[in-house]
């Protein structure tokens, strides 16, 4: 049996500490990350989230959001800080740490300004440098070092999206190779996340993260139709993905001559952003408070609300990533889905609220972010769903990925579009 997975072999043990041990690492450090992001954004968007109805949002908003923006934009001036591959790290094994800790910086001062953004690559960037820049200061074999950045960013994602089983189904939703040594690999991985996992529950005071049952809709009995209803918002989602897509095109054009100037770049985005903030408050941020918001007050709110919500938080996003703020696509997208989910509820209420929820949240980034699988997962999380009642939302991811992959972006897409996150 290959020393790569044999429990017998030193070897094997010395890759599984090492594994654990940056697991560990980056679960702290992704903690961290989260916690001065959580603070600086409770200091300067404290109860905005409350105001969902338009031009509500105070006029100071664009003042914050334009000074992120000059800030982030002397970052980019003065260091190699850009928006980094997480999962493109995964599927490679590395990631190049120099441009980690102002990249790092970067996103920090985007999240705090308000720009509706995640935190899902920040924390990645930071695991998977991690792994590197350890694996290369040991100088270990690339194998050694592959396992090293799966298990940083296992450790670090299982903390964030409160679940090592979406970490494992988005390792194997990774390039790999199908054979036993991966699985070798993949048991330090899991033991990662499982580490840092544990650490952010004791970390919060014995509590999951807050990503854990942020909307909790009743509970409904799954039945035969709801597949076909699964199938069908999993369809729903795909022209959402291609409005997205198109967005990040034309921001793409209209923000290239401006690519040489990041400064000019970024303070220019954040006073555009910021006008649309105090337009549409739902814009601002992460999308995760705003989510319980307007699904509990869905009908007050109303289904074109809902659906305008949607398109400019796709608006927000794609503009955020082509002015060179940094950050990641799933938060928001799950807030979209959020939304879109609310109102299908709105206009046909047969369709139960935790069905409509479950799928679009899924459906949404599964037609953007290659991990419909792991999605699925982390959507069940976030409505509460029981173990009966998860086929319709993976059917909805695996249909939204399917058609957007297979039949419409192709493999080149695939590649373009993971560069965003």
């Known amino acids: 049996m290959s020393n790569e997975f044999n429990l017998k ?60 923006g000059f800030l982030v934009g002397l970052i980019h001036h003065f260091t190699p800080a850009r928006q980094m591959n997480a999962f493109d790290a995964v599927d490679k094994g590395y990631l190049d740490p120099k441009p980690v800790p102002s990249s790092l910086l970067a996103s920090l001062v985007s999240l705090i300004g308000g720009f509706s953004l995640g935190p899902e690559v920040p924390t990645g960037m930071l695991a998977a440098g991690l792994g590197s820049w350890v694996s290369k200061r040991q100088n270990m074999d690339s194998e050694t070092t592959r396992t090293n950045v799966l298990s940083s960013v296992s450790g670090a994602y299982a903390g964030l999206f409160s679940s090592p089983f979406a970490v494992i189904l988005m390792l194997l939703e990774s390039k790999h190779f199908q054979n036993v040594t991966y699985y070798g690999t993949l048991l330090i991985t899991t033991l990662a996340a499982v580490v840092g996992f544990g650490l952010f529950y004791a970390l919060n005071g014995m509590n999951f993260s807050s990503l854990l049952g942020i909307l909790s809709p009743p509970a409904y009995d799954l039945k035969l139709w709801h597949l076909l209803a699964s199938i069908l918002m999993g369809i729903l989602a795909v022209p959402v993905a291609l409005f997205f897509v198109i967005l990040t095109k034309v921001f793409s054009r209209v923000v290239e001559p401006l690519n040489s ?16 903030a105090i337009t549409i408050p739902a814009t601002i941020g992460l999308g995760t408070t705003e989510m319980s918001i307007v699904t509990q007050q869905a009908t007050e709110i109303g289904v074109i609300l809902l659906i305008v919500f949607a398109l400019a938080k796709l608006v927000a996003l794609s503009g955020a990533l082509n002015f060179g703020f940094v950050g990641g696509p799933i938060f928001p997208l799950l807030f979209v889905g959020s939304c879109l989910g609310a109102a299908i509820n709105q206009i046909f209420p047969q369709v139960p609220l935790g069905l409509a929820l479950g799928c679009m949240i899924v459906a949404v980034p599964a037609a953007i972010v290659p991990i419909p699988l792991a999605l699925g997962a982390i959507g069940i999380i976030i409505i509460g769903l029981s173990p009966a009642d998860a086929l319709p939302i993976f059917i909805a991811a695996l249909v939204a990925f399917a058609i957007t992959r297979g039949l419409i972006m192709g493999g080149d897409q695939e590649k373009r579009s993971k560069q965003k996150v």
Not at 261 to 276: A, E, F, Q
Request: with cysteine.
């Open 9 to 68: 072999s030193r070897v094997y043990w010395k890759r599984m500490g090492w594994g654990l041990f940056l697991g560990l690492l980056s679960a702290i450090g992704a903690f961290l990350f989260i916690l001065i992001m959580n603070l600086g954004q409770a200091l300067v968007f404290t109860n905005l989230a409350e105001n969902w109805t338009l031009f509500s949002g105070p006029w100071w908003l664009i003042c914050v959001m334009t000074i992120a």
């Open 261 to 276: 100037k990041p400064i000019l770049r970024s303070t220019v985005g954040g006073l555009l952003l910021g006008l649309l």
